[in-house]
């Protein structure tokens, strides 16, 4: 699975984490050292409706952006990771592929007419032709492209160049070659569920839901953690051990899902990522280390 084409490699030293009451910096030093530091969003900095980011204003964010700079030492390109509902993404089989981008473009685009409330020429796309399926099934990422372009033309305001923007789901994806086991990895946002499972480093299964915010008791994560499983044996076809990473912003939840997961049959939970550790304490204190997980994933190359 050629994850470069979301991903850089080697790992970008600086990346922004961001969601909606705040964004953070990491950004990993000359002599490996990760430095953090994170500020509040003010009313009016972002909007995002029901299919994912809609606009930036640089005229709240960018001070913002400006203040948390410094801690980049100068550093010029960044790693941008937006919450998972922000985009979309989608596995999307076909029958036949064209062979120049443009027109395959063009055939995510009319199939993401029928699953998306926006016109499809207003969709900037990232699209990975899958290995194991002759190129017949895609892994798409879709977002509004007035809201792609005003988060470049956001930090380009401040001197830096935007190299990548992604998801938390895909910047915590394992990208260590030779992973032993099928990898489900089950991340959750305060409105959003994602699950994904990787057979071989491959997608396999991607399923996404939006949350009513009314659903933090956790019975709606885990009815559809408990389906996806069922569906990942019954039908995908995936037996014995799966490892599983999970990822809650919310340490209640995050909770909640590993009491699930040690009563699962077959789910091993995954190691715990080590890396260099983020400093000063307090903003990790502040935050909580899922929050800048999907950063440091990105900067330390754990996950590369």
């Known amino acids: 699975m050629n994850w470069e084409q979301f991903f850089t490699s080697p790992p970008p030293s600086t990346g922004w984490v961001f969601d909606s009451e705040m964004v953070a910096v990491a950004h990993r030093s ?3 050292e990760v430095h953090c530091a994170a500020e509040d969003i003010p009313a009016g900095g972002l909007d995002v409706g029901p299919v994912g980011l809609q606009a930036i204003h ?19 390109t960044a790693a941008v990771v937006v919450p998972t509902g922000w985009l979309r993404s989608f596995l999307i089989d076909v029958d036949q592929l064209p062979r120049r981008e443009d027109e395959l473009n063009d055939v995510v685009r009319w199939r993401l007419k029928k699953l998306l409330p926006i016109p499809p020429a207003e969709l900037r796309l990232s699209v990975i032709r899958l290995p194991e399926s ?22 380009s305001s401040i001197g830096i160049e935007v190299g990548l923007i992604t998801t938390r789901l895909f910047a915590l994806v394992p990208r260590l070659a030779g992973t032993p086991l099928p990898t489900l990895v089950i991340q959750h946002e305060k409105s959003f569920l994602s699950l994904l499972l990787l057979v071989d480093g491959v997608p396999r299964l991607l399923r996404t839901k939006p949350l009513p915010l009314s659903a933090g008791g956790g019975e709606t994560v885990l009815r559809e953690a408990t389906l996806t ?10 037996g014995g051990e799966i490892e599983v990473r999970l990822n809650s912003e919310r340490p209640e939840m995050d909770a909640t899902m590993r009491n699930w997961l040690a009563e699962q049959t077959g789910l091993v939970p995954a190691a715990e990522m080590v ?6 304490t307090t903003v990790v204190s502040r935050l909580g280390a899922a929050r800048l997980a999907p950063a440091l994933a990105v900067v330390s190359g754990e996950l590369r």
């Open 229 to 238: 499983l069922g569906f990942i044996r019954d039908s995908v076809g995936v």
């Open 134 to 155: 002759d190129g017949r099934r895609l892994l798409v990422m879709a977002g509004i492209e007035r809201a792609m372009a005003a988060i470049e033309a956001c930090y």
């Open 275 to 280: 890396g260099p550790p983020c400093g000063p």
């Open 58 to 76: 640089d005229d709240v964010l960018g001070p913002v952006l400006a203040r948390l700079k410094g801690v980049a030492e100068g550093t010029g």
């Open 30 to 32: 000359k002599t490996e």
